[in-house]
């Protein structure tokens, strides 16, 4: 049975082992998701970001949920995207695979992500979902241990990115 799973709605509410962030280099604050996890998680969080001394792009750092149902908060950087031919396809799956492998460090074994830098980092939602599928498609078969993946799409549409980008991975097979 397949560890990847999909789901539509808000990232904030999945009682999972550790929901991820797509936050800024800063880890302070920004808009978008990071700004519904910090005022779901309450000031805490960001006191604990405080500490972290930010995050480059395609790193991740973990803290704790506070008032969150899930126990942790991965934050990670995305790319913004600049047309293509600046890396960007490999930081992203690096911001899939440093996640997930910081998740298993610390003994999160379900693990919610949403669409990172597909918000206000501008990266193309068809081709993120791509990377997202084949690169947590590649690091679950070197991490047993972990559950599941719950790739998050806030509306309808990037659902459907994400079936469709699900789909491809079964045809190959
Ligand atoms: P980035 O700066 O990495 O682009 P954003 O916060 O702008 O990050 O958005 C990343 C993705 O997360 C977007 O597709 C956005 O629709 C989605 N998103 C925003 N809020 C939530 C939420 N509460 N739950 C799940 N996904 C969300």
Known sequence: MSRIETHIGDITRLAVDAIVNAANSSLLGGGGIDRAIHRAAGPELLAECRTLN?????????????????RHVIHTVGPVWKGGSAGEADLLASCYETSLRLAADNDCWSIAFPAISTGIYGYPATKAAT?????V?????????????????????????????????????
């Open 137 to 173: 498609t590649r690091v679950l078969d070197d991490l047993p241990d972990i559950l599941s993946v719950t790739l998050v799409a806030f509306d309808e549409t990037s659902h459907a990115h994400l079936q469709e980008a699900l789909g491809r991975k079964t045809d190959a097979r």
């Open 131 to 135: 990377v997202a599928v084949t690169t």
């Open 54 to 70: 930010g995050c480059g792009t395609g790193n991740a750092k973990i803290t704790k949920g506070y008032r969150l149902p899930a």
